[in-house]
Each structure stands twice: as structure tokens, then as C-alpha cells.
């Protein structure tokens, strides 16, 4: 992976919160992609941009958060709902005081329009000052999360199962185990085509695996998103999830090995993902799909 020169940040300027029209949404993710690299602290990822695109263009931006100094994006954030702000910082302003202070600042004060009066959460990088930053505002440490990681730097086994990239006619599928993984609320087809349609999809690809070998037969069974942030870096999978009614026969694990030799066509140099740490049925899947655990993450959370 390439690697450029070292940033120095000019810490004499003032801090500049911004919300991105959709013409400027690609400036966050351009950024948001530069930031992954290997032994970098996980944090928001492109793809998880990508994923709230299935929202559409205007309610993506209108979600998104940018902290720049001098016209350079520091922090790109994401209001993943009324009560998550979820964070990425950019290299070598990780430590930057001023910054941390503002975004604190900012995420603590309902009237800044970050986010409103309430229960809150904060996801931060693990080491990232913000995090004490936030401690001084008074917010507690929230549930754990597990992360892992899959290195790809060698060949991922086959999945066992028919897998398809979702297109159109897969989409009713792709949205059905969706909706039986996660609930009422997750996406109808429709939500497929605005996803397909978003900025950051052409690094990215959504998977069906299907119950049957053979092409055009079987019922839909799990689905997984991965989202590549170029060649050289870590990948994302966001969601994973099978539907219901073929829960405990290796189809968690298949459509996550299917997701990692995806990434991996796409030149990922590793595959990242995150859940809560009690879903342990979760972290068994991902475990046996050869990934292994990074050191956990909490979120801060002020209380009403």
C-alpha cells in the first residue's frame, strides 16, 4: 500500500463543523477511504456510508457530520440514527486536542445540531482522544463491541453453497432474509436499487446464498454487504444475516467466507466487522470463518 507523506496539522486555525450536501458527500467518503490502513484502530468505514445510502442521497448527507481545519477534512461522522453519532479521524489528528475538544463539544451541545437532547452514544476509535474528552463531559463507558479482523493475503475457501451477486431479480430475496434477520424495519427492494445507485457502491458488492446448487432453484438463506475502501485496505462487511428459518447450518459462516473472497477479488488487503459482544452467536459465525478478535471497543453514552 502506498504510503504518503507525513501530515503536519496546523493547530492555529479554528475547527470548522459542516454538514455535506449530496454534491459534497464524496469529499467525506474520499476521506473515509484514505483513513483505513492495516494497524490502524477500526473505525467508520466508507462502506458504512455506503450502507445508510440505501436511505437515498439527501438523507445520507443530511446524516453525515465534518469537523476540517484550513478546508481539510479532520473527522467525518455519521448519525447512524437520532442517538449514534458514529466517528472516523484522520491519521496523526487522532491525539489532536483542539479537535477532540470540538467534537466533544459539539456531540455534548443539542443546539451545535449533532445530535439532540437525550440518551446519546458516541462511537469513537479505540484510542482516540475524544473518548477522554468525552469522559469529562460526564458520558459512561457504553456495551462492549466486539472487532475482528480476517487477514486476505491468502486464498479464502470456498463457501460450500451457491452464492449470487444481487441484481435486480435478486433483490425480493436479498430484502426478505434481510427482514427476517433484523426485523420490519430493514430495507425493501427498493432499498437495493438507492443502495446500488449510491456513491461509494462501485467498491462494494451485496451476496445472496441461495439452499440450492443449481442456478434459478432454493429459497434465499443468507445475505451478506461488503464493501471494499480500495486495493491495499481493509474491507468492511456490513450487514450479515440469515434468514430464520435456515438458522444453524453453516450459512452464516458460508455467506461470510463468500463476502471475504469477494473483498479479497477486490484487492482488500484484510476484512473488518463489528458486533455487539453479546451476540455471541455472531462471533462464533465470524470466528469460524477464520476471523480473529481485535481489542474490544465501547462506546460513550450520555444518560437523559
Known sequence: MRSGPAV????????????????GLGAAADALRDWQAEGAPMQLHPGDLGWYGRTGPRATAEAVRTWSRAGRILAVGLLDGPGLLRLAIAPGAQHDEDLARRVADDAARPERGVLAAGEASVEAPVGALVDDRLRDHGWRTDEPWTLLR??????????????????PSEAPGWAEVLRSSFGAS???PERWHALASGLPYDDAR???AYD?????T?????VVGVWSAGPGRPGLIEPMGVHADHRGRGHGRAITLAGARALREMGASSVLVATTASNVGGVATYESAGFERLPERRDRRRDA
Not at 479464502?156 to 441484481?167: C, K, L, T, Y
Open 150 to 167: 480476517r487477514d486476505l493475503a491468502a486464498p479464502v475457501q470456498e463457501p460450500g453453497v451457491r452464492v449470487e451477486e444481487v441484481g
Open 206 to 208: 451485496c451476496l445472496v
Open 218 to 222: 432454493g429459497a434465499a438463506v443468507a
Open 212 to 216: 440450492r446448487a443449481e442456478s434459478g
Open 186 to 188: 430493514t430495507p425493501a
Open 8 to 23: 503536519v496539522w496546523d493547530r492555529g486555525m479554528t475547527i470548522a463543523l459542516g454538514t455535506p450536501d449530496t454534491e
